[in-house]
Structures are given as C-alpha cells and as structure tokens.
C-alpha cells in the first residue's frame, strides 16, 4: 500500500522567503508522486508530478520538488514566497488498489505567507 | 479549467435525506474518481469506475453508492444522510495508464 505523510500541518513564511513544504512517501513499487494545491473554495489543481526520468521537476508558478528515492522524500519549494502563494498544498502518490488505482494524499500543510 | 465538471456546487439538505452528485470527465478519460474532503478526515478515495465498471472502493459508506453512465459520467449517490456526511465532495477523471488526474471544483454538501 501507498502512503504520503505531509510534515507540518501549517507553515508561514515572509513574502520573498524561501518555502519549504515536506512530504515524505512509502510505496513498495516505484512511486509516481504529485503535489496538489486548492485555494480557498476551489479544487485541486495539480502543481508538479514525478512519474519518471529527471528527479527534479518543475511546476507552475515557480514551484519544484525534488524526488529522492533515498530519502523517500519528494519535498516542494520555491524560492521566493508570494502573497498569493497562501493556501493548501497537498502531497499524493498514485497507487494500485484492488483491480484500480488511486491517489493517495498526505494531510496538508496551509501555506501562510507574511508581508 | 480542469475539464471535469460537478453539478451541483452547493448543495443543502435535512438529515435523513438522500442526494445525487453528478460528474462528468474529461473528454476522452474513462476513470472517475470520487473523493470526500472534510476537516477532520482530510481528502478520502472513496471509489473508483473504469468505463462503467466498479475498479476500486476506498472509505465508501454502504449508505452511499456510485455508478458510471455509457456516456461516462458518473453519480454519486448519499442517503440516510447524517449530519457527519457534510463535506466536499470531488471528482477527478484520468485516462487509461493516466500520469495525471484532473479534478473538479467539487460538490458542497450541508446536511442539516
């Protein structure tokens, strides 16, 4: 079974600090890894995924994580916060259940970002 | 736009009632997926459907119930509702071997 946990239910940084979310996974098969971001009253919008090849990837707005098998981490930053950066940032690992799949997601962490 | 659409964005109902969500893919995804997001229990898998057929079942209540059209839109069925049960509900769709799933903006539900 798959499974992400998010360290650090909320985090707040300044506006042009460095942010820092953590997410570690367990897998037993090679993961496929995603971060997620909702704003307030909206959906799930995906950010960034690992599936395969490099092992740093970029997303949107500015944000990349890095994965390290080795660590069985797949950590989200961006070097300069934003005022709209401030929302839930959700880490997931596709997983096999059953005859199906899945997504399995971590906890959360609230970005909150301070002028 | 994600491409995948739930109807209706907010719904508000009594406690004993039962309510349809529906969804609809994007186009070209066979997968539904429908998750619950509540504060105490965070985003939970609650079922899956491949091109009309059941693939797998997550936290699902026997109160509630799913099924995929042939034109692959997908409903999800909650009765008996308890006040517990509100929460958001979402759906995401994803194609065969998908890299990526795409969710919806999802159903509020209030049951009161």
């Known amino acids: 079974a798959q499974s992400v946990t998010q360290l650090g239910s909320h985090v707040s940084v300044s506006e042009g600090a460095l942010v820092l979310l953590r997410c570690n996974y367990s897998s037993s098969v090679p993961p496929y890894l995603f971060w997620y971001v909702q704003y307030p009253n909206q959906g799930l919008q995906l950010l960034l995924k690992?599936?395969?090849?490099?092992?740093l990837v970029k997303g949107i707005n500015g944000f990349e994580a890095e994965f390290k098998k080795s660590e069985t981490s797949f950590h989200l930053t961006k070097p300069s916060a934003h005022m709209s950066d401030a929302a839930e940032y959700f880490c997931a690992v596709k997983g096999v259940t059953g005859g199906g799949n899945k997504l399995t997601f971590g906890t959360g962490t609230q970005l909150k970002v301070e002028l | 736009d994600s491409g995948v659409t739930q109807t209706p964005k907010h719904l508000i109902t009594a406690t004993g009632q039962r309510v349809t969500l529906r969804c609809s893919p994007r186009s070209g995804d066979l997968s539904v997926y429908w998750y619950q997001q509540s504060l105490d229990q965070g985003l939970q898998f609650l079922i899956q459907?491949?091109?009309?057929?059941?693939?797998a079942k997550g936290n699902i209540l026997e109160r509630f119930s799913a099924q995929q059209f042939p034109d692959l839109h997908s409903e999800l069925n909650l009765s008996s509702l308890e006040l517990g049960d509100s929460a958001l509900y979402f759906c995401a769709s994803g194609g065969q071997g998908w890299t990526e799933a795409f969710f919806g903006q999802g159903t509020r539900l209030t049951v009161v």
């Open positions: 459907y491949y091109n009309g057929e059941e693939r």
């Open positions: 690992y599936t395969t090849g490099a092992t």
